[in-house]
């Protein structure tokens, strides 16, 4: 069910990257960046590793520049994977950390967001986190929905989101394979009244947008090209 794909380049984790800060948002630790008198809010939903990986807040600060309020919760709560520990695989790991687990806590932090005064709220998710995102773009708690290169998100997933849903894809990928990636966008572009958009990326692997090697300028150019993807996407549909 879980191919090495998910635990491959794992990032040096850092509680204190990024420009933004730490605190407690429907009852979770969320890294929050721009402004909170914003009325439009992205929230950013990690892959297995967690909400401290210092691209993915490097991300988030990018989305908040662009006038968003950004919410990246921690729906691990301190658990991220660790690919060294031999005896917690993958699939021992998930199955603490179920998505289903993390749509729900999602609910009281959409919650908290709207008493802030939040009027419309777009959700981005990474490998784990975009299952989670597109339960959330199936309810119709969110204004739009971006799943960049999705784990375990299936055709009926697809069948089911109710808003704009934008799919960014990886060449190779076994999690979700080009093929797959193809019949998502059969799906999206037959369902009446529902906006998708769909990418595969050449020459990339699985978790390229938020586990690419800084130093390495082709790998951050593809991941900056997925990141305005997301964003001309958001700035289309949470307005």
Known sequence: MSGPQCCEHPPSLNPNSGSGHVEQLGGLSCYIAGSPHSKLAILLVS???????????????????????????????????????????????????????????????????????VSAIGA???????????????????????LLH?????????????????????????????ALVKQFEEILTAKPGVDGFVKIFPGVAHGWTVRYNAEDAGAVKCAEEAHQDMLGWFSKYVK
């Open 150 to 178: 999705p784990s375990f998100v299936s055709l009926d997933d697809i069948k089911g989101v109710k808003v704009p849903t934008a799919v960014l894809g990886a060449e190779i990928d076994q999690m979700s394979p080009p």
């Open 47 to 117: 892959d297995i590793y967690g909400y401290e990986a210092p691209n993915f807040r490097k991300l988030a600060d990018k989305v908040s520049a662009a006038g968003f309020y950004v919410v990246a919760p921690d729906f691990l709560y301190g658990d991220p994977y660790v690919p060294d520990k031999a005896e917690r695989p993958l699939p021992v790991w998930i199955k603490d950390h179920g998505m289903d687990k993390g749509f729900e806590d999602t609910k009281p932090v959409i919650e908290a967001l709207k008493s802030k005064g």
């Open 124 to 146: 981005a998710g990474f490998c784990w986190g975009a299952k989670v995102v597109v339960e959330l773009a199936k309810s119709g708690y969110i204004q739009a929905a971006v």
